[in-house]
Structures are given as C-alpha cells and as structure tokens.
C-alpha cells in the first residue's frame, strides 16, 4: 500500500511560536479498524526511518508478526522535517516559491506528538490502543501520552529517555559540525552537504553499535593487511547508503529536536512531567546501548505510575530495538496479556 498524505488546512504552530503553512503529513496504515475502534496500534519512527514500518521494523510488524493487519490498525506517520512524505527543509516555502533549505523553521519532538494528533483526528481516532516508539521515536511517544493522556491506553518506550543527555547532544553536534564543513551545504542545493552528512553518518553508527560488535561484524581475517579494512568500507558503505535516501537538511534539523528533547520543559520538573502519563507503560532497555543507556529506561520506568521495566541482553547496542525483535515481541506478548500488578519478566537473555 502506498504513502497516503493529510494535508492540515490550517497554520501550524510550533512550539517556539514560528509557524508552518501548508503542513502534509506523510502516512501508512496497515489494516482495517475495527467496529469498536479500539484496535489502532499507533508506531513513532526513529531519525531517519520513514512511515513504512512494515519496511523497517519487520518481525515485529508484519502480515504474520506480533502486529498484523489482520488483527491490528496500525498507523505510522512521517515525523515533520524528514523527507518520506511530510513537509520538510526540500519542500516548498509557499511565501517564497523555493524550497526552505535553511530557512526551515526548527521543531521540537513536541510539535512531531501534535501533529501525529492532528492526524489521529483527521483519522476518526479517539482512542489508541498501543502507541509504540524506539530512539526518537520513544521520545514521541512520551510527549504524546503527556500532552493527550486520555487517548493512550497501552504506551511502550524502547531504547529513549525524557531528556536527551549530554553525551547525546555532544554525539549529534560532531555529526553537524561534520556537515558544516562541506561547504554546499550552505548553497541552498538539494544534495548540498552530501559529504557532510556521509561523515555524520559514521560517527552516527559508532553510537548506534560498539567495540564488541565491531569486532565480530567487522574483524579481519588475516594479520597482514595494512589497508582496506572491513571497518572502514562498512563505515565508507553505510554513509553511502543514507546519502542516498536522505539530506543534509532535514538530518540538521532532526537532530536538533532530538537535542531539546525535555519532557520537564515548561512544566514543573521532568519527574512531574512523566507523573503525567496515564497509560499503563512498558519501557524497554537495551543492556549494551551506549547512546541511550538502560539507566535512562529505569528512570523513565521509576517515574511513570505503574511502569514496567523489561531488559533485553543484545550484542547489536542501541541498534537492538530494531534487530531484537522476537525478544522485544515476547516481552510485549507478556505485558499486554497481564492482568492487575503481576509482574512483568524484567530480563529477556539473547541465546547464540
């Protein structure tokens, strides 16, 4: 099925007050919803996924995994700023007839859980039973089930936190500075940056994975090679690879909401904030991640009235919410079909 598109027909305001008009929203469903309307699994992708869950998430979401069309609803919608569909820093400035580029108003995770609302509307749904999210996509769905409590039912937060950390920001603000050096990133061109963003994208994936991994994925197999090691064409490959699916701009700018990811802002702390989540919650941690890592899980699972917190042991770091999907899908076969207090298994172990 292809990408459907809900143009908003009013101005959209963001957070810092600037304004977007002319707002698409890019989305899928899978499914039909159901006469009760309480079958709608609700996905928030991760920086540069894209709304075709089914693509990047599969043995989780499927036409046989744990969420299926033939049981589910399940919508996922292009996050504003990203290039699969919604409006974004190569779209069309209705003031100036070009595309924005730079002028591109910047947007905070905030906006990204107003618009998936506005959606929702747009849809006819009032209530979701799951709204699940990894990564940027985890931050998402936090700020939506504070904003909207009473339209989450069941919230599940894999591999995110209520705040990004330092050690976060300090690892997307050497992709940026990455990118800043290609100097067309400044000429206002669709491919401008392409370099940079190539460069971002290694020093991406040395947070997304780590040493271990490296050293089982990537490890030569003879002792007298001095040039061309399997790391560096992996790095070389992979930067490639996102170049040619995505832009400097819109990476420049996504990076930056993930930046001001802060639940406590403008509300009294962050522990108050996640008080505010009333949906029965699942957080799921990572044990090797190093960019978001399990003690960011725990707090959120501390703070959240009656969260549970599951574990899983993964050698993929935090790329494990998208490859440990058996686990993450028992663990969720766990906490959806309990009933009252029973306690949730909070240690799922990765044989071979």
Known sequence: ??????????????????????????????????ERK??????CHALTANADVFGWWPGLFGEKDFFNPAEHFIVCANI???????????????VTGYPYY?????????DMAAAHALLADHLGIGKIAVVIGGSLGGQQ????????????????????NAAHSPWGIAFNESQ???????RT???????????????????????YRGYDTYGATQLETSDDKQDDFRASSYQNYQGEKLVKRFN??????????????????????????????????????????????VEEQKFLAKHIAGAKYAEINSFYGHDGFLIETKRIAEVLADFLNMGGDQPITTSYRRVG
């Open 1 to 34: 099925m292809g990408i459907s598109t809900f143009n908003y027909p009013k101005t959209f305001k963001l957070e810092n007050g600037k304004r977007i008009r002319n707002l698409s929203i890019g989305y899928h469903t899978y499914g039909q919803l159901n």
């Open 38 to 43: 309480d079958n709608v699994i609700w996905v």
């Open 80 to 94: 504003i700023g990203s290039p699969y569909g919604s409006t974004n820093p190569l779209s069309t400035n209705p």
């Open 102 to 110: 730079l002028s591109f108003p910047q947007f905070s995770i905030r």
């Open 141 to 160: 769905a936090l700020e939506w089930a504070i904003a909207d409590p009473d339209r989450i039912r069941n919230l599940v937060l894999v591999a995110t």
């Open 176 to 182: 940026r500075l990455a990118i800043s050096t290609d």
């Open 185 to 207: 990133f400044y000429a206002n061109i669709p491919n401008g940056g392409a370099k940079g963003l190539k460069a971002a994208r290694s020093i991406a994936l040395l947070s």
């Open 248 to 293: 400097a701009y819109s990476y420049w700018l996504l990076s930056k909401a993930m930046d001001g990811h802060n639940v406590g802002r403008g509300r009294q702390s962050v522990p108050d904030a996640l008080r505010l989540v009333q949906a029965k919650t699942l957080v799921i941690g990572i044990d090797t991640d190093l960019l978001f890592p």
